[in-house]
Nanobody, 123 residues
Framework: QVHLVESGGGLVEAGGSLRLSCAAS????????MAWFRQAPGNKREFVAH????????LYADSVKGRFTISRDNVKNTAYLQMNSLKPEDTAVYFC????????????????WGQGTQVTVSS
């Protein structure tokens, strides 16, 4: 079992930056992938970024590519999402997820989820 706790959300003006953190419990953090998702009111949860176990491989949604950076510290058991050049459309609850796996040939899922942290970007 992995317990995830997000932090770092808040209110920021458009063009500003925020850094989200996701602290994971347990001693096996370096053995599983991590990801960030977000969900805006009335919308489905959408993928934001993914990072491999070692941190060597990352993947981003087109909407955040070039503005957001996912990283991890396997000593601190923490994943991060650095968000720059924020836009009002980035407003959402941001969730971290852990231990990605292939659920079906065309579906990749994550076993563990945090409770989320609110990010609000004012125009």
């Amino acid at each position: 079992q992995v317990h995830l706790v997000e932090s770092g959300g808040g209110l920021v003006e458009a063009g500003g930056s925020l850094r989200l953190s996701c602290a994971a419990s347990g001693r096996t953090f370096s053995t599983y992938s991590m990801a960030w998702f977000r969900q805006a009111p009335g919308n489905k949860r959408e993928f934001v970024a993914h990072i491999s176990e070692s941190g060597a491989s990352t993947l981003y949604a087109d909407s955040v590519k070039g503005r957001f950076t996912i990283s991890r510290d396997n000593v601190k058991n923490t994943a991060y999402l650095q968000m720059n050049s924020l836009k009002p459309e980035d407003t959402a609850v941001y969730f971290c997820a852990a231990r990605g796996f292939i659920a079906t040939p065309d579906r990749y899922e994550y076993a563990y989820w945090g409770q989320g942290t609110q990010v609000t970007v004012s125009s």
